[in-house]
């Protein structure tokens, strides 16, 4: 109790997999540069085919920036480009450089006002229940833009099961990682790897989605959270 959360994963995979898949990931969990864990918690849920859904794979584009008060210009010129106001802009970025520790979650902020809209604190909205759908083609494709870093693996699949949500306009964010400074913008769009979004060493990081007003809170959390999706690539 009390301690500090060093890193999570999730994939969704067929059941002759499960056992390799689960050690890949202990195996991550114990050499994780944010340190040795404590204790590491697997969960394996079943998951019905036939309630699977699919959805399109962002494409990846990259600007490269010279530090991190350039990568968040960036990032608020690309997010305004998206449809988001330049209050909820300014808004989110502030929420994001004010937290005291990382957020396992996202917050959710209006696109027109700024304003946070859910009561998660914190812990913000956890994106769950996603994978690629061809890990191997997947793979090859992002190295031959010469991206291999896991962390893009990884976000790239879940800005692209956020952007298809109903009701998110726009997602930024960057690493808790100290030594991964790349952060990202992503909306239906596009996914926009900007490589500095903070400084090197920082240990906070956090996420932000954008959303249409009137948006269903109710059904958006629970598409986030509980539809399961796979990534076409």
Known sequence: MGGRHISGAERLVEKERIQQIAGEMVARALGHSRGCADFITVTIDAVNPEQVCRVPLLPVTTVDV???EAGRRAAMTILLQSGVSERAVCSAMALLLSLPDSMHGAMLVCRNTGKRLDEAGQAGIRVSRMDIADDQ?????LLAQGLTNI???E???LASKVAAAPGI???VCWSDDPEYTAGYVASAAGYCRITQLKEYGSPVGGRVFFLRPGTDLAALIDYLGQQPVLVTN
Request: net charge neutral; aromatic share 6%; charged share 25%.
């Open 66 to 68: 010279p530090d991190a």
């Open 137 to 141: 083609h997947y793979r090859q494709g």
């Open 169 to 171: 306009v726009a997602e």
């Open 151 to 153: 962390h893009v693996r």
């Open 155 to 157: 976000a790239l699949v």
